[in-house]
């Protein structure tokens, strides 16, 4: 039996390798959000560094202690402000101290926490002391359990960016082996403040060309379902605001693991957005030979150039009906996960800081990290890449 091996793009090695030049985060870090061996991507940046003659400016003695006097600032003023936006619910005036004791509490039992008792006490304008006493009270084996459980409900939550659910956080802690019930999981997350960002309307982006696609069948007839990796995919295109101007995202996805194979981002909407998305995705995935390609009706998916490269590709073309947004229902879910749980909550000031977080999210939370309902709460890297192909009769 034999796994998929994971390939990647050089768009997305060369994301990556901005990432840690430009936020100064660890190696180890980045490649865990995204996915990827830290040695991988340490040989990445080798590789990119050379390639755009990138040396590190030497500084004197004095500039260096000072540098490093000013990242222990930010580092702290990023620090209480990430704790703040947590715990934004206990700002309000009247809020009781016993429930910012319990918050501090909570944090401090997080294994990824880093900030002392100290420093959270005096960010919340609470006395260290009095959150001593109020910790070493006498408390019941009930007592302790919910408190333990609600410190892993509140790392769930904020490792999704507010965006899971009682049912997607009740599958964490199934994972790690936490046995509680879904309503209780709900009971903690109402009594914590804890609300996931609720959905928009989707709206629809692509322009029809009823006359390029007639007679162009719709193979899928809505099942968006395969039996492994590289039978079916579906794609769309979707635009995201910026201070600059809009950007365009067209998505390849394939139907048995629902993740997102190939992506492009582009300012402009013309056929070379959708094609260079499916060029993406035949170079990190598999297409079994005829394979379904499956789209909405739009002009850039009916256009000669485009249904060309489908062809080339050994791929069927099919289409849903003008207007019926169930037929490619698949693709426009996941628009609307990245609208509302990335999108929607971020300001662009830039198509290049767009582009970034949009990568981000793609590869480094939706295709590695998020539940997926439809996939029994897996994720899909761990449903595309842990298929196993039959191994072949001897």
Sequence with gaps: MTASR???????????????INTSKPIKDVATAYGVGPETLRNWLVKY????GGTEVDLTVSERARLKELEREVQELRAETAFLKKAKRLLRAGAAVVSKYEFIDSQKAQPANLN????????????????????????????????????????????????YGYRRIHADLAAEQTECSPELVRQIMRHQGLVACQPRPFR???????EAAAGMPDLL????????????FVGDITYIHTWQGFVYLATVIDCYS?????????????TELVADALKNAAATTRIEPDAIWHS???SVYTSTDFRALVASLGMRSSMGRTGVCWDNSMAESFFSALKNERVYRTVYATKSQARSDVIRYIEGFYNSRRRHSALGYRR????HYGYQQPALAA
């Excluded at 892993?152 to 965006?163: A, K, L, P, Y």
């Design 296 to 298: 909405d009706r739009g």
């Design 49 to 52: 560094r050379a390639a755009n």
């Design 204 to 210: 629809i982006t692509t322009e029809a060309d009823a």
């Design 6 to 20: 994971k390939r990647f793009t050089q768009e997305f090695k060369d994301e990556l390798c901005r990432e840690v």
């Design 221 to 232: 007839k809505r099942d968006f379902t395969a039996d492994r990796p590289g039978m079916k």
């Design 258 to 270: 629902k993740k997102v194979v190939g992506w492009s981002i582009a300012d402009h909407m013309r």
């Design 380 to 383: 899909p890297n761990e449903v």
């Design 116 to 163: 002392s008792v100290v420093k959270m006490c005096r960010w919340l304008a609470v006395s260290t002391s009095g959150f001593y006493h109020w910790a070493t009270r006498p408390q019941s084996a009930t007592a302790a359990r919910r408190q333990g459980l609600t410190a892993r409900i509140q790392h769930f939550f904020e490792e999704s960016e507010g965006t």
